[in-house]
């Protein structure tokens, strides 16, 4: 019987995920990594927060409340095993106002709808005991959200595929994808490989590679750049561990929040602004090409005219130190302008549908050989072995 040719675009995270758990569970098959750049890791899973999501927000069935709380199940052993550090922190969720508080009850309903363990509603007076410094009239702690180094779990899979016998192609850029029946056709610059099953896990590039698949169209890839500070050495006893605001349902991922790293540290961020580039992660970074690409697309444009106000403001902060602290001090009296030294930016993938509503569940299309992760914002890298598990027995589900 001749050998299953596995293919699978992107070493980040979920694609070195995928094709860890393909190698050991078919040593009959070969599995290859193909990688644009010269390492594992350099775009979202390198630049992310190093949270691991106990399951908090996510509406409960959605693929992101099963994957993120079975992510958890698997990561927490592995990074253990691995002595990869691990720390439980624990998250503090807080309302401001009287009008923030029912949209905390609601979090509260749905972390005990997806199972997360140990939440605990906090008084104004209860809160301080967490987080000595935080403002607020009520909050919700999750003693189990922890932190972690994602780049590092990424190295420990890599590890594991060659081990396996898998390879990782660097410098190998997919330009084009032929699916023909039962088989894919991959092209990198001039060459082209062949095989029985692919995975597309590129982030940023998803929708591309995809349509160039035969997926369909949309939903469209708008990279948002998500800036962040560092508070100054010797005031980050400001904050203990995971300090978040409640998240506005239209707007989920923004909001400044203060986020302790496993090297030491709090950052406080991110900001989302729109990136001129898909890896832009300087302001001067402009790509004519992607640009062009996000302003002609539906959703960036219903988005754009739906949204522009907090656009406005996020794009202040983005220039402003002082936006950025004024913000920040809504949660921690005590931030100035003077206790934030910047810290590296990232850029998330956030896939939108043409009506300009961000894609929030994970979307993860299926065409003949090919399987297309076609969204995984956060909590992409806390869900990882999980997103692996999921698509790993579609692919080989027959
Ligand atoms: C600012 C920010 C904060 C976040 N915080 C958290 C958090 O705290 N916790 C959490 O769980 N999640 C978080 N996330 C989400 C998480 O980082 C992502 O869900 C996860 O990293 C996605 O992994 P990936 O492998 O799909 O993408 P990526 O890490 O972006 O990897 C995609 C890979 O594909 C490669 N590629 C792209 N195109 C091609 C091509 N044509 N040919 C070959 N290779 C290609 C790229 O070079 C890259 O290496 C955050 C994300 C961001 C941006």
């Keep these: 019987m001749s050998e299953t040719r596995i293919g699978v675009v992107g070493a980040g995270i979920l694609g070195l995920a995928v094709a860890r758990r393909l190698a050991e569970l078919r040593p009959d098959a070969t599995v290859t990594v193909l990688e644009k750049e010269h390492d594992l890791a350099l775009h979202q899973t390198g630049r992310n927060s190093g949270v691991v999501h106990a399951g908090i927000y996510y509406a409960p069935g959605s693929l992101k409340a099963k994957l993120c709380r079975r992510g958890v199940e698997l990561l927490r052993p592995y990074v253990e095993e691995h002595g990869i550090p691990y720390e439980e922190c624990g998250k503090l969720v807080v309302a401001l106002d009287e009008g923030e508080l029912e949209r905390l009850r609601e979090l509260e309903r749905r972390a005990a709808a997806n199972g997360v363990p140990g939440m605990r509603w906090l008084e104004r007076d209860e809160l301080r005991e967490v987080e000595p410094h935080a403002l607020g009239i009520a909050g919700l702690h999750s003693p189990t959200t922890a932190i972690t180094d ?24 997919v330009d084009a994808i032929r699916a023909t029946g039962s088989t894919a056709r991959v092209g990198t610059g001039g060459e082209e490989r062949e095989f029985d ?24 890839i708008v990279p948002f750049r998500g800036e962040y500070y560092r508070l100054a050495p010797g005031r980050d006893s400001l904050v203990r561990g995971l300090l978040y605001p409640v998240p506005d349902p239209a707007y989920p991922f923004l909001g400044v929040h203060f986020t302790r790293r496993v090297g030491g540290g709090v950052d406080v961020g991110p900001n989302a602004v729109l990136a001129l580039a898909r890896e832009g992660y300087r302001r001067r ?83 003949g050989p090919v399987t297309a992760v076609r969204n995984a914002p956060s909590p992409g890298a806390t869900s990882s072995m999980a997103i692996a598990e999921y698509v790993v027995d579609g692919v080989l589900d027959e």
Aim: hydrophobic residues 45%; charged residues 30%.
């Design 197 to 220: 099953r692919l995975v597309v896990c590129a982030g940023l590039h998803s929708d591309r590679l995809a349509r160039t698949a035969g997926d369909e169209r949309e939903p469209t």
């Design 150 to 173: 994602y780049r590092a779990v990424a190295r420990a899979f890599a590890a594991d595929i060659e081990a396996a016998g898998g390879a990782i192609v660097f410098g190998a850029k």
């Design 285 to 367: 970074d402009v790509n004519l090409a992607d640009l062009a690409e996000t302003l002609r697309s539906a959703g960036f444009r219903a988005l754009a005219r739906k949204h522009w106000r907090m656009g406005a403001r996020e794009l202040r902060g983005s220039l402003s130190k002082r936006a950025f602290a004024a913000e920040a001090r809504r949660y921690v009296a005590e931030v100035t302008a003077a206790d934030l030294v910047p810290a590296p930016a990232g850029v998330r993938a956030q896939a939108l549908d043409p009506d300009g509503s961000l894609v929030d569940d994970f979307r993860i299309n299926r065409l």
